[in-house]
């Protein structure tokens, strides 16, 4: 990392937009995810039939094809699976920047897109255990980001 | 399938690619398609089908390829839109060898044009707005940044190897003179490692700069090449793709892509092994890209990719050139139609007409394929065709 800290950087651009909310139920019916973040829960789907996780949320359950699914709490635990620290922002999120993205591996066996919050890029190694934390969005959004465990 | 020789490719074209060079889609296609028709002589009413890619600058336009038809004056018997992204350029000669065998049309214009730089951004939808922006992945750049990280930390990485690599396509691309003039410039390793980060440990020259451009082939079965006289034909003998690779195993291994499936498929069905390559024109929208199409195609084992690119030669009068062109890295990616420039300099080396960065005896190439960005694992599409000489 010291390497890595001695290399120039992006300037961070201008925000020219807010940074995006999800749009709740934009592709199938993801209002059980939102409703359990508002309070503090984080729900992922699981096949029923095969008793397999999943994650983003599909219509249907890799598993088996079939739609016998339901969304159950999860332990918001698991471990850095990759991580990248941006310096060329995602429109919306300019004024964030640097920001760490990262794919946290949960315990349950899925992996989330995610933020690493409280924490920087330099303390950050694969395989390091996180557990989730929400950031609040708007009155009505808690997004899932993860935190040191 | 065993290795046939029944499907020819007879000539090729290719535009200057640009930055935000204002032109349209239709515009750049039809440059192409003079291209074509002048390199080979024949007269256009017999081409009659087309396997277009989709784009990003047309994309709004459901009937691109149908429009497309009508703009350069083809009545089809058969038309296909490939939406493979970077895949689409052999995805569509393997397509149109189908339908050829098939019976469906005869004469094939394999098409790719992007006007991407000079268009509007478009929107992919489904699960981005709800589990990707409000987190704020830079694009690709974000998830190869992602791959890198966790390509590093699972086998390291010389970064020596990525400059070489960007060199070696640099000087490449100072002898073509249709790469982008922005990208003309000498490149050295120092420069390279200094490079600023965008998605760390990704760094601004490990990328592709999005440009305008465009890029064909004309296919047709053997037999009637000979019949046309075409004055000069190579064979697409082996062809492997693979879409999502275990896209249905939540925690696959990220650094391992679709070209462990499709690579030995394709060198199967040609007869070949990695060691009968004469050179490669691999899809190249990051570096890190490169080391892991080398290494899931087969031409060194599973984590020493870095360490093949430098102990081979990979310019155009080394053991196995490399996009020789400059690639898109330091050609400039013509949008989607970026996967027919590593397409069409395999088929102009192989006709003889690559000038100053002529590869001797280039008597097979292979060339890749990659499209689209999917949630948390590498990229969507890989696919490998090996060309061959009659």
């Known amino acids: ?149 | 399938m065993p290795k046939r020789k029944d499907i020819a490719i007879i000539g090729y074209g290719e535009t200057k690619v640009t930055l935000r060079g204002g032109r349209s889609s239709y515009d750049l296609a039809g440059e192409v398609f003079a291209q074509i028709v002048e390199q080979t002589g024949i007269d256009p009413k017999i081409i009659d089908g087309m396997s277009i890619a989709e784009t990003m600058s047309e994309t709004s336009n459901p009937f691109w390829g149908v429009y497309m038809s009508e703009m350069l004056g083809l009545p089809l018997a058969w038309m296909q839109l490939n939406g493979l992204g970077g895949a689409s350029g052999i995805g569509g000669i393997a397509r149109a060898a189908a339908a050829i065998r098939d019976g469906l049309c005869e004469t094939v214009l394999v098409l790719a044009s992007d006007a991407q730089s000079s268009s509007k951004p478009t929107e992919q939808g489904a699960q981005r707005y709800e589990f990707m922006y409000p987190v704020g992945l830079r694009g690709p750049v974000g998830a190869f940044g992602l791959l890198s990280q966790r390509y590093r930390h699972q086998y390291g990485l010389d970064e020596r190897a990525l400059a070489k690599l960007a060199v070696t396509q640099r000087s490449h691309a100072l002898m073509n003179p249709n790469a982008c003039d922005k990208l003309r410039v000498p490149l050295t390793e120092e420069e390279y490692l200094n490079s600023k980060y965008v998605s760390e440990p990704l760094r601004m020259l490990d990328s592709v700069m999005v440009c305008d451009g465009a890029n064909g082939v004309l296919v047709t079965s053997t037999e009637n090449a000979k019949k046309l006289g075409a004055k000069k034909m190579i064979h697409p003998i082996g062809y492997g793709e693979m879409t999502n690779f275990k896209c249905n195993e939540p925690l696959a291994d990220s650094t391992v892509s679709g070209f462990t499936v499709a690579g030995p498929k394709a060198l199967k069905q040609a007869g070949m092994t990695t060691k009968d390559v004469r050179m490669i024109m691999p899809y190249d929208d990051f570096l890190i890209a490169l080391i892991i199409t080398l290494e899931d195609i087969g031409f060194c084992p599973k984590g020493k990719g870095a360490e093949f690119v430098l102990n081979t030669d990979l310019s155009y009068k080394g053991t196995l050139p490399l996009n020789t062109s400059g690639g898109q890295i330091s050609a400039g990616q013509p949008g989607l139609a970026g996967g027919g420039l590593n397409l069409v300099e395999g088929v102009r080396q192989m006709f003889g007409e690559a000038g100053e960065r002529q590869v001797s005896d280039p008597r097979n190439c292979m060339v890749t394929g990659i499209g689209a960005i999917p949630y948390g694992r590498n990229w969507a599409v890989s696919n490998v065709l090996i060309l061959e000489q009659s």
């Not at chain 1, 925000?15 to 139920?25: E, G, S």
């Not at chain 1, 984080?42 to 397999?52: F, R």
């Not at chain 1, 995602?90 to 964030?96: L, N």
């Open chain 1, 1 to 149: 990392m010291s390497e890595a800290a001695k290399k120039p950087e992006l300037k961070p651009e201008a925000k020219k937009i807010p940074r995006p909310l999800p749009r709740v139920n934009a592709y199938m019916d993801t209002k059980p995810f939102w409703a359990a973040a508002k309070n503090g829960k984080l729900v992922i789907q699981y096949c029923k039939d095969t008793g397999k996780p999943q994650f983003f949320p599909r219509p249907v359950s890799l598993a088996n094809g079939k739609r016998n699914l339901e969304w159950r709490e999860v332990s918001g635990r698991g471990t850095v699976y990759s991580f990248t620290n941006t310096y060329s922002a995602w429109p919306g999120h300019e004024d964030r920047v640097p920001y760490l993205v990262a794919l946290v591996e949960l315990d349950e066996g899925v992996r989330i897109l995610c933020n690493l919050l409280n924490v920087r890029n330099e303390d950050v190694k694969i395989g390091m255990p996180v557990k989730v934390c929400w950031e609040k969005l708007s009155d009505d959004i808690n997004y899932p980001g993860f935190e040191p465990a």
